[in-house]
């Protein structure tokens, strides 16, 4: 089927999808209140009032926008007359622009992929630049872009092998997707193989590496970290980040477990959703824990501490001895390990990391990283660390060391933004 029918029935469908979207939202706001309000924006309606033109970066998930701050703050520094606009498509992304970059950027939601959205937003903004984090292969939007002779780069730009085949499905769309970006700023050779094998130009693809190696940590973060620590009374604490719905069960099982070798062992759970923070504290209930939350401002001296707040993920990776990441022992796909080992923290995590499997690799092949299975697994790797600091040590200097030595991406990046 031609590209251009293909995306006729995409957007016919789009339109037809969208109701069902907002009634999605509406349901989703029982638990989050804000998915409940600015609807027009998803419209490009009534959008606040900014200057016309400079740089448009959009980044679909809180991660995407962890990892594109240090790309936005340079083009503050290079840019310092022009318009950063950053979108987002949920709520929390949004509080963590506000709260990260203040004023400093124009933010709005991403409007829906819908011709007449996307024409009103790139009407109203008018950006010259359009940098795309990972993998946001909008077709309505790259097309418009493309069309008004906007500069386009998806930068950071991943594909899993499952990602790949699904857009295979329909290989001619998103064949005429790809060679309307400027630049796909791959992270890794596997990448740019992939983006080549669904019609990219060989020309368009450079490998920059990934930019979440160039993390950077805020002044305050480390000695923030060890307070925190100071205020657990057990020798051994550990954390899971990031987990879903169907593993914070396993994780606390595991917690269980550990508990059975090391009675005042304690762990710092946190869930990667916002909405999800009451539910992991009910499950917290029903597994007959004793838990604590740090929202409440409540103290650290229980079995669970439950790290129910949003832009703290450092800091209490930083609180903790160890560290499994979560999304992996369920089919989520993973979360970035580079957090905590560039604080020189042991890392795990299970065995569903596509999402991050290249990063993972040149961990996991440096000895810098565990793998786990199951809750059993889990425990078994903390009791092991536990019982040998001298290797667990090891592991996290290892895992800073790997780190350091794959930096530079965003320097190679900045400078494809720049010309």
């Not at 293909?6 to 009634?23: C, D, G, M, Q």
């Not at 000695?223 to 009374?233: A, H, T």
């Not at 905590?340 to 961990?363: C, I, R």
């Amino acid at each position: 089927m031609k590209a251009s029918l293909t995306k006729l029935i995409y957007s016919i469908l789009l339109y037809l999808i969208v109701p069902i979207e907002l009634i999605r939202l509406y349901f989703r706001g029982r638990v989050a209140p804000g998915y409940r309000v600015r609807w027009l924006e998803r419209f490009a309606i009534n959008l606040k009032p900014v200057t016309a033109g400079g740089i448009w970066i959009h980044t679909a998930s809180v991660g995407e926008l962890f990892a594109a701050l240090p790309v936005i703050r340079e083009l503050f520094e290079r840019y310092p007359n022009q318009t950063i606009t950053v979108t987002t498509m949920t709520p929390t992304g949004s509080k963590l622009v506000k709260e990260q970059l203040g004023d400093k950027v124009y933010h709005v939601y991403v409007p829906f992929d819908l011709p007449d959205a996307v024409a009103r937003f790139l009407n109203h903004v008018k950006p010259t630049k359009l940098l795309i984090m990972e993998t946001e292969l909008w077709p309505n939007i790259i097309t418009a872009a493309h069309d008004r002779k906007i500069k386009i780069i998806l930068m950071n730009a991943r594909l899993s092998e499952r990602s790949a085949k699904g857009y295979q499905l329909v290989k001619s769309l998103t064949q005429s997707i790809l060679r309307k970006f400027t630049i796909i700023a791959a992270q890794h050779e596997f990448d740019a193989k992939r983006f080549l094998a669904l019609g990219a130009t060989e020309s368009s693809i450079i490998i920059t590496g990934s930019i979440k190696f160039d993390i950077k940590i805020k002044a305050g973060v480390i000695e923030q970290g060890k307070k925190l620590r100071r205020g657990f009374p057990s020798k051994l604490v550990w954390i899971a980040a990031s987990t879903h719905e169907g593993e914070d069960a396993q994780i606390l099982e595991a917690h269980r477990l550990i508990r059975v070798k090391f009675p005042t062992a304690q762990l710092i759970i946190v869930p990667r959703h916002p909405e999800r923070f009451d539910e992991v504290a009910e499950v917290c209930h029903q597994h007959n824990f004793e838990f604590t939350r740090r929202s409440l401002n409540q103290t650290t001296d229980k079995a669970v501490y439950l790290g129910d707040t949003m832009g703290e993920l450092l800091l209490l990776y930083a609180g903790a001895d160890m560290a499994f990441v979560g999304g992996s022992l369920v089919e989520t796909g993973g979360h970035n390990l580079l957090e905590p080992a560039v604080l020189a923290k042991p890392v795990m995590t299970g065995p569903h990391d596509f999402n991050f499997k290249h990063v993972n690799m040149q961990l996991f092949e440096s000895k810098a990283a565990a793998r786990v299975n199951n809750a059993q697994a889990v425990a078994n790797q903390i009791i092991e660390w536990q019982e040998n600091p001298t290797a667990r040590k090891q592991m996290g200097e290892q895992a800073l060391e790997v780190v350091n030595n794959n930096q530079g991406a965003l320097k190679r990046l900045l400078s494809l933004i720049d010309q």
